[in-house]
């Protein structure tokens, strides 16, 4: 392996852990925001100053998440500039804008109101500490909003035109990049899954109050809340987790294939329920891929076309093509892709030599406002990734990894709809000490929460490798060009820096959960 | 007006002096800011793009784009 490869390969392996320890503080901050804001409600409401404890002692554990976690994110946007250079100047405003506008909400909404929701108790009126605690919870979760539009973006590049003398893509619509279908349901599912978890993270600590006897009142009262929203917003994500499928399904079906191992693709496909996987070697067709496997016929099918008899394409049919479902080749993406390569390379050196016939000749290609150039960008540039793979195989991604993820995702969510229906039941007949077995399912459900929020990252980034940009750009193209060294001692810097972070939010968190509501130290 | 900007700093202030668990995490996030961009920025995070003017920054990224490394 070359230095450039270990560069890629340090610089990826860098931004997932980066990215999944964001991934740790971030989500319990976007749902018990919500959960804090909907018990001062009640205190609002009625007065009860039992309602004003309660609040008090979540938003402790919401302020030691908040603290801890902040500015994670920072790090992540630095390593954008840092080893995805040519990432960063290829998508230009496209992804800087919301990353700005994230940046500048978060620091006006959330310094703003998180200052008066732990300051303001008995300084400011109840309404408008209140209000604060509202703005908190939504402004955390707008922030999130920008950083998953600019994700989604990644995913399905819409709403821009690429401008050759500049090398950038640049926005040509904002609403087509804010409202495209994959950024709607990017924002719904990702925020709504936090929201489950964070009621998990209560239910969880609520359930070890029980356990141990202590502020059964506070903890019966919380359970009730948690598992109401809890349940709303479970039914939420898998509503948008469907969803998310019917459109992965148009906009990147190798990411599908990749989910259900599926390898032909077929007519009234069938959803894989459980199954393990033959090693890579094996893996040549449908019959071969499985050691074994349960599924429901049809679903697959159902979920991502509604229509139960329709074709989903898989991975043979997306690496070699299929005709008869008007599936181009890898192969002949790949002719494409080199083709606009060679045109960019051919414009470097007009420019080189001063050629201006040739420069004009190759910007009037690249120009969509004429019937040529929207040609040249439809049947070429939109392959321009494909340009820099060296075979058609190169277009899979890491199959087992994707498929057993989205199999821990969905069996998660599935349990934890269960979950909250117990609790609820058990809440409504107040029956929760009765069950002990039950609490201490919810306190070991905490880390599950957490795993399915990961596995749900590791399908929508694994998934649809070897992209960092769909078909435009991938992951080995977008990466700087600089000397592996740095790389890997900034990743085991990270590595040191965040397991401290996460080390010292685990100790605080922990011992104030034992001191309980009343005794903050 | 003047009055309203005294009464806010005095909100603030009030409220650091009142920390107890805010103590430590403000500790927290003042460290980690300080490793973050005194040290982590300045000496890990060299930008490759950094000092150049627009012309130059898409003549780098076209020589990366057309030439493998």
């Known amino acids: 392996m070359n230095d450039f490869m270990q560069t890629v390969d340090w610089s990826r392996a860098q931004f997932a852990l980066t990215a999944i320890y964001h991934w740790l503080f971030v989500p319990l901050t976007l749902g018990l925001g919500f959960i804090c804001a909907i018990m001062e409600t009640v205190y609002y409401r009625t007065g009860d100053e039992f309602w004003k404890r309660t609040t008090k002692f979540w938003l402790r554990l919401f302020g030691i998440n908040f603290a801890i976690g902040i500015a994670t994110g920072l790090i992540l946007e630095f390593e954008f500039g840092t080893n995805w250079s040519n990432y960063s100047h290829f998508v230009g405003d496209i992804f800087g804008a919301p990353l700005a506008i994230e940046g500048i909400m978060a620091f006006f909404l959330e310094a703003t109101f ?50 050759l003398e500049t090398v950038r893509n640049e926005m040509t619509s904002f609403w087509d990049v804010l409202f495209s279908p994959v950024a709607v349901n990017k924002f719904t599912h990702t925020v709504t899954s936090s929201f489950v978890l964070a009621a998990v993270f209560v239910i969880g600590v609520s359930a070890w109050y029980l356990l141990k006897g202590r502020e059964e009142k506070m903890a019966k009262k919380s359970i009730a809340i948690a598992s109401v929203f809890g349940l709303i917003f479970s039914l939420v994500t898998a509503f948008s987790g469907d969803r998310s499928g019917a459109i992965i399904a148009e906009v990147q079906p190798m990411k599908l294939a990749a989910m259900e191992g599926l390898y032909d693709g077929e007519e009234g ?47 043979n049919d997306l690496v070699n093509g299929n005709p008869a479902y008007g599936i181009m080749s890898a192969e002949e993406k790949i002719e494409r892709g080199r083709k606009a390569v060679e045109e960019l390379a051919r414009y470097r050196d007009a420019k080189r030599n001063g050629d201006q016939a040739a420069i004009d000749e190759i910007t009037a290609e690249f120009d969509p406002s004429t019937p040529e150039g929207e040609e040249f960008l439809r049947e070429y540039f939109a392959y321009f990734g494909y340009g820099y793979l060296d075979s058609p195989s190169d277009i899979v991604p890491d199959v087992p990894l994707t498929f057993y993820m989205f199999r821990i995702m969905v069996g998660l969510g599935a349990f934890f709809i269960l979950l909250f229906a117990v609790f ?19 306190i070991f459900s905490v880390p599950l929460a957490y795993l399915a929020g990961q596995a749900g990252w590791c399908i929508a980034e694994v998934g649809r490798q070897p992209w960092v940009i769909q078909d435009l750009m991938p992951t080995s193209i977008a990466a700087s060009r600089i000397g592996s060294g740095a790389v890997i001692t900034t990743f085991f810097l990270f590595l040191a820096l965040f397991s401290i972070l996460l080390a010292a939010e685990l100790r605080i968190m922990f011992k104030q959960i034992a001191l309980g509501p009343d005794k903050e130290k | 007006m003047k009055d309203k900007l005294v009464a806010i700093a005095g909100f603030y202030i ?11 995490l403000w500790a927290i996030i003042l460290i980690k800011l300080f490793i973050m961009f005194a040290i982590l920025r300045l000496f890990f995070f060299p930008d490759p793009l950094g000092g150049k003017s627009d012309a130059e920054r898409a003549d780098f990224i076209i020589e990366n784009l057309t030439e493998k490394p």
């Open chain 1, 114 to 163: 998180v200052a008066v929701v732990f300051f303001g108790w008995n300084k400011v009126s109840k309404g408008f500490h209140l209000a604060s605690t509202w703005l908190t919870a939504i402004g955390a979760n707008l922030s999130a909003l920008w950083i998953l539009v600019a994700n989604a973006w990644m995913q399905y590049p819409v709403g821009c035109t690429f401008n």
């Open chain 2, 14 to 24: 009030d409220g650091f002096r009142q920390m107890r668990l805010g103590r430590t």
């Open chain 1, 269 to 315: 496909a069938g959803l894989t329920v459980i199954g393990i996987l033959r090693p890579e070697s094996e893996r040549s067709s449908n019959d071969a891929a499985f050691y074994f496997k349960l599924g429901i016929p049809k679903l697959l099918s159902i979920m991502s076309y509604r229509d139960a008899e329709a074709y989903v394409a898989g991975i």
């Open chain 1, 424 to 442: 609820l039941w058990l809440s409504y007949k107040d029956r929760l000490e009765r069950y002990r077995w039950i609490l201490w399912i919810a």
